[in-house]
């Protein structure tokens, strides 16, 4: 059975940092792609970033390019989120996602963690 399981979310200050880690079990994913989904109260899931199974291409929302960096580690199953310069837009369950394929610069995986609730207060 797949688990994708998220730790690092937590309260920040705006302008702040924080590194999201997702371990993923129950199979490897260092063929597949991997990266992040965030969905905010009242609003839809949307894409945040992704990163190819060898790690050689990355991918980011607009919203999220130059302030967020995606990275992996195949040896350990494992995909990070480093995400600087806060907002409080940025406030949202942050979701690990694996397997899939990426097309058109969008991110379509085949399994989805239970997500890390990432608050940045103003």
């Known amino acids: 059975q797949v688990q994708l399981v998220e730790s690092g979310g937590g309260l920040v200050q705006a302008g702040g940092s924080l590194r999201l880690s997702c371990a993923a079990s129950?199979?490897?994913?260092?063929?597949?792609?991997m990266g992040w989904f965030r969905q905010a109260p009242g609003k839809e899931r949307e894409f945040v970033a992704a990163?190819?199974?060898?790690?050689?291409?990355?991918y980011y929302a607009d919203s999220v390019k130059g302030r967020f960096t995606v990275s992996r580690d195949n040896a350990k199953n494992t995909v990070y989120l480093q995400m600087n310069s806060l907002k409080p837009e940025d406030t949202a369950v942050h979701y690990c996602?694996?397997?899939?394929?990426?097309?058109?610069?969008?991110?379509?995986?085949?399994?989805w963690g239970q997500g890390t609730q990432v608050t940045v207060s103003s």
């Open positions: 990163i190819s199974w060898s790690g050689g291409s990355t």
């Open positions: 996602a694996a397997g899939g394929f990426i097309g058109g610069s969008y991110y379509y995986p085949n399994y």
């Open positions: 129950g199979r490897t994913f260092r063929r597949y792609p």
